[in-house]
């Protein structure tokens, strides 16, 4: 219980500040704090296969595309004020109502877990080897489709990058008045 | 109390802890790249749920308990693709309008 207390306040912190922090940068290295405790919650619900998936993947992979691509467009954060001002204060009433709403449902029905032991011979650590056998009997159809989708994503990726790159092929074939010109209209 | 497992609505309570504050985010942030790592904080939230009511689920046998991990499996994977896509466009959009912000990007509006 204390470890789960000290894992919920650093996680809590942390996406605290992917909310609020103003540098993008500082937001992205906040949500890794956060991934990585939730791995680290993982271990201590039995799911170790995932535990580790959830560092390489999420903590590893997509945070360094984070990161790669806040600094390729040296983006910065929220500077004027928002267009709706209405939206924000709205935005943290309704997040605090919802979550005390939760809170109140959640431990309204308290629920007993079962005993160490059913755990344990149930879910064996979650490994990898009982993760698959259910991976590819009852979910292979999701499995399957998945595949489709890393496809479809890989192939949309590559047309998104493949179109820019023949639009400025044409642009620097264009003479320099013009395209001067371009930039100031576009200024 | 204090020893033994930390019974599941902890963790569920929790996963909407951080589910609500990545939905704050998503309304509050202008900058498209911030509202996208607030979605990544809600589907790991979403994530932390599973796999919490995975082990609830233990007295139905190993493979009614294990389906909610493979679907945290096949949600990574989806987080994945939606990440490398979306970025993708991010980029894109940053090339034309020399800005993430999401208030400027009203052009589909009707």
Redesign the interface.
């Known amino acids: ?2 470890s ?1 207390i000290l894992l ?1 306040t650093v ?2 912190v942390g ?2 500040g ?2 609020t922090l103003r540098q ?1 940068v500082h ?2 290295l906040s ?1 890794v704090g ?2 990585l405790t ?1 791995a680290i ?2 271990v ?4 170790h ?2 535990a580790a ?2 560092v390489i ?2 903590a590893g ?2 945070t360094v ?2 990161l790669f ?2 600094m ?2 040296n ?4 500077e004027r004020a ?2 709706l001002g209405w ?2 204060p ?3 009433v ?2 605090v109502v ?2 005390v709403g ?2 109140f449902t ?2 309204a029905s ?2 007993t ?2 005993d ?1 032991a ?2 344990s ?4 650590g ?1 490994n990898a080897g ?2 698959g ?3 590819f009997s ?2 292979v159809l ?2 399957q489709l ?1 595949g489709v ?2 496809l ?3 192939v ?2 590559v047309s ?2 493949e179109r ?1 790159a023949a639009q400025e092929d044409r642009e620097q074939e264009l003479p320099a008045t013009t395209q001067r010109e371009r930039e100031l209209t576009r200024a | ?14 996963s ?3 589910f ?6 998503v ?5 498209a ?2 509202i ?3 979605v ?2 809600m589907l ?1 939230a979403a ?2 749920a599973l ?2 009511f ?10 009614v ?3 909610g ?6 949600i ?10 979306g ?6 959009i ?2 034309y309008r020399h800005s ?1 912000d999401v ?1 400027t990007l009203s052009g589909v509006r009707l």
Do not use: C
């Open positions: 219980m204390l789960f919920a996680m809590t996406a605290l992917v909310v993008p937001a992205a949500l956060t991934l939730l919650t993982y201590t619900l039995q799911a296969f995932l998936v959830q993947v999420y992979a997509i595309l984070f691509v806040i390729l467009l983006a910065q954060g929220d928002h267009r939206v924000k709205a935005a943290y309704t997040g919802v979550a939760l809170m959640i431990f308290p629920t877990l079962p160490a059913t755990i011979a149930a879910l064996q979650g009982v993760l056998e259910v991976l009852q979910f999701a499995f998945v989708l890393l479809t994503g890989i949309g990726a998104l990058v820019r | 109390m204090l020893s033994g497992l930390v019974p599941t609505e902890y963790y569920v309570a929790l909407a802890l951080v609500v504050i990545g939905a704050v985010g309304l509050t942030r202008r900058s790249i911030m996208f790592l607030s990544e904080l790991n994530n932390l796999i919490a995975a082990r609830q689920w233990a007295t139905a046998g190993a493979a308990a294990l389906s991990q493979a679907a945290v499996f096949i990574l994977a989806v987080a994945a693709a939606e990440v490398a896509v970025l993708g466009i991010l980029v894109a940053f090339r993430a208030d």
